[in-house]
């Protein structure tokens, strides 16, 4: 059973940074494609981050993902946070690509306000 498995989301005030962390279990980590998702309310969801392509141009220069192979780990550093970025964030998995995922993580909320 594949699960994937977020942390990391929370209230921060604007300029902060946050680091979201997703465990992946049930996959052969290494083969994925691996991102992240956002989804603020009335909007429809958003790819942010890619493994393999890159950002969202919203996001460009102030997020980084990176991921750790030995601890099936995926992990999106969001720096200088705006009110703009609070949302859902959901962790995916693909075996070709996250434009199309098939696993999802069941999401963490992050809150920027002061």
């Known amino acids: 059973q594949v699960q994937l498995v977020e942390s990391g989301g929370g209230l921060v005030q604007p300029g902060g940074s946050l ?15 691996m991102g992240w998702y956002r989804q603020a309310p009335g909007k429809p969801r958003e790819l942010v981050a890619d493994i393999t392509s890159g950002y969202a141009d919203s996001v460009k220069g ?11 780990t995926v992990y999106l550093q969001m720096n200088s946070l705006k009110p703009e970025d609070t949302a859902v964030y959901y962790c995916v998995a693909d075996l070709r690509s996250v434009q199309a995922p098939t696993y999802w993580g069941q999401g963490t909320q992050v809150t920027v306000s002061s």
């Open 62 to 72: 102030r997020f980084t993902i990176s991921r750790d192979t030995a601890k099936s």
């Open 19 to 33: 680091r979201l962390s997703c465990k992946a279990s049930g996959i052969i980590f290494r083969l994925y494609d």
